[in-house]
């Protein structure tokens, strides 16, 4: 079992970066792919990034690729989301997910076993 911790959420400007992260506790987090959503007022929640286990391959949303880039650290045990280009329509919770697989659906949420409490991102025009 893992537990996950996001950090890095707040408030920023239109075109403004913020660096998400995912700390992960156990021992065996190299194990786990790892992936982003976000879920906004009244909106279902929504796939945005995903890694697998080994770093190689990453998945994105249409709507942040080239603006986003998923990373891990399998020494710290982290993952990031840094966040470059934010839009007002990027504002939402977003949350970290993990499942213990070699081989998953990165954009389906019910792929992912565990989950993070959720860090506020907003972004002000």
């Known amino acids: 079992q893992v537990q996950l911790v996001e950090s890095g959420g707040g408030l920023v400007q239109t075109g403004g970066s913020l660096r998400l992260s995912c700390t992960a506790s156990g021992r065996t987090f190299s194990n786990y792919a790892m992936g982003w959503f976000r879920q906004a007022p009244g909106k279902q929640r929504e796939f945005v990034a995903a890694?697998?286990?080994?770093?190689?391959?990453?998945f994105y949303a249409d709507s942040v690729k080239g603006r986003f880039t998923i990373s891990r650290d399998n020494a710290k045990n982290t993952v990031a989301l840094q966040m470059n280009s934010l839009k007002v329509e990027d504002t939402a919770v977003y949350y970290c997910?993990?499942?213990?697989?070699?081989?998953?659906?990165?954009?389906?949420?019910?792929?992912?076993?565990?989950w993070g409490q959720g860090t506020q991102v907003t972004v002000s025009s």
């Open positions: 997910a993990a499942v213990m697989r070699y081989a998953w659906e990165p954009l389906v949420d019910g792929a992912y076993d565990y």
């Open positions: 890694i697998s286990a080994t770093g190689v391959p990453t």
